[in-house]
């Protein structure tokens, strides 16, 4: 379905005014999700893409006092295109950003960490399961009485450690749009920002579902 | 009660300037219902009915984002009036809604996908209850000792599939205002929008009690 | 302590001014609570006493939404000074209201309906208790290892029906700045908005607290 | 790593300028800690230290409405530099704020009486402790993999009572950037306010985490 609401996708060569409106969306929804609960401690974040060219927000800072001009702009092989400079350094999820961006041909890759998904990791061993939940149809692929499952990779010291077992992941899920890691978060994406924002949303609501079911005693898997 | 806080009610056929008043107004109450929790991922959203005519946000699109020229407007037989193009599609609750604007010549029909609605509808069997809290004096036709009742419908695979039950389940309980869709979430009306918003905040105050009672220990049916 | 922060006592008769600006507090202070949640569903809302004259919402409408002209002004006696017409009435709590201005000298008489609060009286008998706990510091005549006490009385199908057991509480309780009500809510009161409003968040805390604690297996009386 | 995000550091001596900024910023930081429930009931709150003047709102006011002209300024050694005048009182944690500012050199010191931090305190003994979660990494000095510890230290009357054995908690204490204080809440430092702050929302999310775990039937110490 096309959707026009909000920034309009463009085709031709990025101009200025379409790389600032980019840089400004990227800032934005660090703010959106910082409300969240998503980006705390400068945690989580979103990279887009857009005519080929992949915004992402430098690492360690507080993503909901990001600034246009602190946006990093790399190519699709994940050469920088642009720096801010400034001491700003690129985040240490560009290379697992990368992944979803080649295999999935994804247009937008989200990383959360809310209590959420961290906490849904408890609950699950190998894959999250989530079952006839009317919010799964939010996840492309799915419908209402399916079964939603989000594989779970073992958490790393270092994050681009996570790379390799994230593109595993990623390769051996192909109906998933997200990647859980242990005691960590969650990697989310989609085709465009929206998708990838509708789906992190739901993949959120699933999360929690599944940790209030836990605690009104109803079983997780019915 | 009359009440004349924010926008007025016309008797005269509508102004473009009513028109683009009751357009802004589907916009902020979605906004609004964003930040609570019930339209998330794409999901829920206020339907509004004035002059005879109904506005209704389009399918599938982030709720908070809503600008005016997205909304659809349908007449009372749910044949569109003015469609905002661009590829958007008319909500598929748009058959849910139009049973309760004319079973109970309701003003405004919200869909929400609230957490608390959709934990409420694994609690109980058929019917949802609450009994002896103040807040249910809210809801209309109900007092703070009485037992508020809303019938829980199954949720299909798709939302049009709905209509069938939704309908039976308007007519077999003339004194709700709402019913609530297993594992899914809650539609609620109201004789106008400031009504059907006020039913929907005392509801979702009803469903979280419940679940806050059972996490307590509380008897849900004291 | 003298504050001085934001909007300014005045002993002169009061300036149209002077009553706007209580106007506005009034409309700023509901929001406020709204989004606390402590006056969804037209619920809760907060009553201010300012040179003699005490100002208050109507009864039933959206608090959120408040504007200044929508606000009654009483006398000390609770008789109408200013009526906003336009249908709309004064809230039933008026007369639960003056009890704490009269017995208690208030300047300011909150009433929230937050679920924090009526859950708390799902938890103990005649009177919450809470024990040790630092925000009990913000109450004013407790210290961090006091025993704070709010007496529960028994809710009525009408909210005047209250008055009379909400006094004997005041009177039977002259250390609380609160009167809880059960699966209803809260009044509590301060000598003025910025003390009344105080007591309300340090309260809430303290339901929430027992709650909490309750959840997670920790003895309430310690 | 250094981060030019937002207010810029100076080296000279403050010119009227840095000085109104530093002052805007604890009243823009105390609105955000307002939001995150960190500061209700005029508990909680943050100081700033910027160009050896120390940046102090007043006690027992709204943090969430302070102005620039309420802050205390003090130099390194807590004596006052500026001061509010109308009555306004330096809050009872500079003592405290001290000692973290002179032990540990930071450049701002946070008090909050998040209730996820006051909880955590009921479910350990002598010290919180935190393992293997990633959002150990926003703390300086931690991996995802390492065990994060707070020392808890036993509240007291008075808020000035707790120096000593804050003082005593923080040397013994090296590797930790905060003291949880029993049924009271936390104190969180860093070498500037976003390191300050960052620390805050990654310590306030382990604190959460545990409660999480705890309801959740996950052993806290796995």
Redesign the interface.
Known sequence: ??????VPKRKSPPSDASSQSTRELVCELCRNFYQLGWA????GGISIKENGRIYMAP????KE???PE?IFVLDAEGEPLEEPG????LSQCAPLFLHAYKIRNAGAVLHS?S?NA??AT??FDKRFKSR????QK?VEGY???DTVEVPIIE???YECDLADSLEAAIRDNPKSHAVL?R???VYVWGKDW?QA???A??Y??LF??A????????PLEQ
Chains 1, 2, 3, 4 share one sequence.
């Open positions: 379905m096309k959707q026009t609401l909000s705390s401690g400068t945690g690492s360690g800072v507080q006092r990001l600034r602190d400034r001491g700003l350094k960490h209590i961290m906490a408890l609950l006839n939940l009317e919010m939010g419908g209402a009485f958490n790393t010291a890691v005691r960590h978060g929206k924002k509708t789906h949303e739901c959120d609501y929690e579902a940790g209030r079911m836990k605690q009104l005693g109803i």
